[in-house]
């Protein structure tokens, strides 16, 4: 069983357009993550959610929004895609009070 | 932003121990030292974490200097897929994982 999923695995839009990835965890934790990594390889987080809440919101555009419907779930909606938006988009989850994150497999997104 | 330093690359022998060191001279108290690695175009992995104490798991062990200034990741008998790139990142409990550009180890037959 996949304990951290994300979907679509690649994602390929123009720019302007607005798109979705979806991120699920299986492990029980009650908080998730959004990290981005650019074309340098740098690995930079976006957004934390504990028990749905926003706990981290690490200056992102306000074009990105997390929504997190539930615990087992968090999802990153961006609207008017840029072509500085393209990178590889990693989900991740933790219990509380520890930094143990364990990753999805990674959103590549390509905006033309 | 990264509070360690890793040497870039390195590359080590099929079958033999892989010793990765890294820096952290300004670690805080309560601040844990963590291990991961990243498989090319995979999602980065957990390998170890410690506080103080050397800690040691299925897939490796960590020393950590008395100091806390600095710490070595061994993975034991390196093999191919071991190739990655490998992440020594220091953090509280603050939720927040800062990458640096961690060391590029090769594993070579």
């Known amino acids: 069983d996949t304990a951290v999923s994300q979907t679509p695995k690649y994602l390929v839009t123009q720019m302007g357009n607005d798109k979705s990835i979806k991120c699920e965890q299986n492990?029980?934790?009650?908080?998730m993550y959004w990290y981005k990594q650019d074309s340098k390889k740098f690995l930079k987080i976006m957004f934390s959610?504990?028990?749905?809440?926003?706990?981290i919101n690490e200056t992102v555009p306000n074009r990105f929004s997390p929504k997190s419907p539930d615990k087992a779930h968090l999802n990153l909606h961006i609207n008017s895609l840029e072509l500085g938006d393209s990178a590889v988009y990693f989900c991740?989850?933790?219990?509380?009070?520890?930094?143990?994150?364990?990753f999805g497999p990674g959103t590549r997104l390509t905006v033309l | 932003d990264a509070k360690t330093t890793q040497p870039t690359s390195m590359d080590c022998a099929e079958g033999r121990a892989a010793n990765l060191p890294c820096n952290h001279s300004?670690?805080?108290?309560?601040?844990?030292v963590y291990w991961y690695r990243q498989i090319h175009s995979q999602g980065p992995q957990y390998i170890i974490h410690g506080l103080k104490n050397n800690e040691t798991n299925e897939m490796a062990s960590l020393i950590i200097t008395e100091d806390r200034k600095s710490s070595t990741l061994i993975l034991p008998h390196a093999t191919l897929r071991d190739t990655a790139v490998y992440y020594c990142?220091?953090?509280?409990?603050?939720?927040?994982?800062?990458f640096g550009a961690g060391t590029t180890v090769t594993v070579r037959a």
């Open positions: 492990l029980g934790h009650d908080t």
């Open positions: 300004t670690i805080s108290g309560n601040e844990y």
């Open positions: 959610y504990n028990n749905k809440e926003l706990i």
């Open positions: 990142i220091v953090g509280g409990n603050d939720y927040k994982l800062s």
């Open positions: 991740a989850s933790s219990n509380y009070h520890t930094d143990t994150q364990y």
